[in-house]
């Protein structure tokens, strides 16, 4: 897979799958954009490790739909074009129906589901019609095995990424005509920096179980199916979904 010279945009690109997505671009020869929302020093030491040269990190918060917009308007403006861009900023809290109050309970449905979906619908809108007007470019979308298997602690997340799913999907089929392609990841479990502190013992257990592989997704083996999804051989993919999630949820 050859990127050279090519415009990448990756929200949530400063740390775990996003981090690693975007080293891989750089190693392929692709212009790198990191779009983070707080933390500016993980997001310049994320910069700083990233091989090649012309990256630049654009600080917006995606979850606000007028952020959107200007994200795209900056990127564009930098780099003249979006080829690709990979809407990884996603998050996830838990909201269990039997234990939180009502307050919790819709606070957690509506923040989720403006960063899982809203984000995502609204940057793909703004990155779709910089696309349309350079012949076209690969969307890669972030979901999760969550979508398929159920979040009965976090309801709310598992319903983001199925919304997700279909979406990524319809798009797919509206924009072939305009030569955009619309893939979508879905992860298992991923060994992130957020993970190692996050996760009780007994909690990574639980999880090592959960995939014959006794291990959990490395970042770098999420972040190359997605540079498959971006990589121009793969537009008769469009629509696809792939699991990475070491066959710990299987579909039919």
């Known amino acids: 897979m050859n990127f050279n010279n090519k415009n990448i945009l990756i929200t949530g690109g400063s740390r775990g799958i996003g981090k690693a997505t975007a080293m891989a671009f750089a190693e392929k020869g692709a212009k790198v954009g990191i779009n983070y929302r707080s933390n500016t020093g993980q997001a310049q030491k994320t910069l700083s490790e990233l091989s090649g040269?012309?990256?630049?990190?654009?600080?917006?918060?995606?979850?606000?739909?007028?952020e959107t917009q200007a994200l795209i308007k900056s990127?564009?403006?930098?780099?003249g074009s979006i080829d690709v861009l990979v809407n990884n900023a996603g998050i996830s809290i838990f909201h269990d129906i039997d234990e939180v109050d009502f307050d919790h309970w819709t606070n957690a449905w509506e923040d989720t589901?403006?960063?899982?979906?809203?984000?995502?619908?609204?940057?793909?809108?703004?990155?779709?019609q910089a696309m349309m007007k350079t012949g076209g470019g690969h969307i890669v979308n972030v979901s999760s095995r969550g979508a398929?298997?159920?979040?009965?602690?976090?309801?709310?997340?598992?319903s983001s990424k199925a919304a997700l799913n279909a979406?990524?999907?319809?798009?797919a089929k509206k924009l072939a005509p305009h030569r955009i392609y619309i893939g979508?990841?879905?992860?298992?479990?991923?060994?992130?920096?957020m993970a190692a502190v996050t996760l009780t013992p007994a909690?990574?257990?639980n999880l090592l179980?959960?995939?014959?592989?006794?291990?959990?997704?490395?970042?770098?083996?999420?972040?190359?199916?997605?540079?498959?999804?971006?990589?121009?051989?793969?537009?008769?993919?469009?629509?696809?979904?792939?699991?990475?999630?070491?066959?710990?949820?299987l579909r039919s």
């Open 209 to 249: 179980r959960e995939s014959p592989f006794k291990r959990m997704a490395q970042p770098e083996e999420v972040a190359h199916a997605i540079l498959f999804l971006a990589s121009d051989g793969a537009a008769y993919t469009s629509g696809t979904i792939i699991d990475v999630n070491g066959a710990s949820y």
């Open 53 to 66: 040269k012309d990256h630049h990190l654009f600080q917006y918060d995606v979850s606000k739909k007028e």
């Open 113 to 128: 589901f403006k960063t899982n979906l809203f984000a995502v619908a609204n940057t793909s809108y703004w990155a779709a």
């Open 148 to 158: 398929f298997r159920g979040e009965p602690t976090k309801p709310a997340y598992g």
């Open 75 to 79: 990127f564009v403006s930098h780099y």
């Open 167 to 171: 979406m990524s999907q319809s798009l």
């Open 184 to 193: 979508v990841v879905a992860p298992g479990f991923t060994e992130t920096e």
């Open 203 to 205: 909690e990574r257990e």
